[in-house]
């Protein structure tokens, strides 16, 4: 193991790994509500997640992403954790882990590179990062959702959940659509929440 993996591996025996999911959501949805309510004639037919940034709150988003980010983190080592099994291919599972950090670091990376300026520059970052999310993402709960199938101390609501979010954000990638943006990024949440829930009592 890692030194990062020790270390994390010491943290979760302290802190139980749902409690980070949690606040990964919660951190996430203090900076969307916020930005969100507050920024008039924002509509989520019309206008992507990141341009909140650009409303009158868009500072409490980007340190919503940022924190969010980086909470999520040990909650993905945490799911990596609890899904080891006789049948799961290891290789496998360090894809979905090392996916799943990228996508993190990438979303803490957004916070720094919001749409909220002319700069190509930084505007280019900001898809990229934008893009190894949501590619991370759709990418780890395909493989969680065939890791959940395999095991039966999961449910089939972990398996259609996992699968589901990879489905809408495959469905963005071929549209762009806001409103289907929008839809990827609470069931990435909602599925967080879910699995931050179930391991909480459970007490995995």
Same mark, same amino acid.
């Given at each position: ?14 802190? $139980?790994?749902?409690?980070?999911g949690?606040?990964?959501v ?13 920024? $008039? ?5 019309s ?26 983190? $040990? ?5 990596? +954790? ?31 590179? $919001? ?23 759709t ?10 199938? +395999? ?38 949440l ?11 009592l459970? +007490?995995?």
């Open positions: 193991m890692s030194n990062n993996g020790r270390y994390f591996e010491k943290l979760l025996n302290f802190i $139980p790994g749902g409690i980070f949690l606040l990964t919660s951190f996430a949805l203090i900076g969307i509500n916020t930005a969100l309510f507050s920024f $008039p004639g924002y509509s989520i037919l206008y992507d997640v990141s341009y909140l940034a650009a409303g009158p709150m868009g500072i409490i988003f980007n340190l919503g992403l940022i924190f969010s980010g980086i909470t999520v983190i $040990p909650f993905n080592f945490y799911m990596s +954790k609890i899904i080891v099994y006789d049948h799961i291919n290891l290789k496998l599972r360090k894809v979905a882990l090392s996916l799943s950090i990228v996508s993190s670091i990438t979303l803490s990376l957004i916070g720094f590179f $919001p749409v909220l300026t002319d700069n190509i520059l930084i505007l280019l970052i900001h898809g990229i990062l934008a893009l190894v999310t949501f590619l991370g993402v990418i780890y709960c395909v493989l969680y959702g065939i890791f959940f199938l +395999k095991n039966s101390k999961f449910t089939l609501v972990h398996v259609l959940l996992s699968f589901l979010v990879s489905i809408i954000f495959i469905f963005y990638f071929t549209n762009r659509w806001s409103i289907i943006e929008w839809f990827g990024v609470f069931s990435i909602i599925w967080i929440t879910y699995n931050a829930i179930f391991a909480l459970k +007490k995995y």
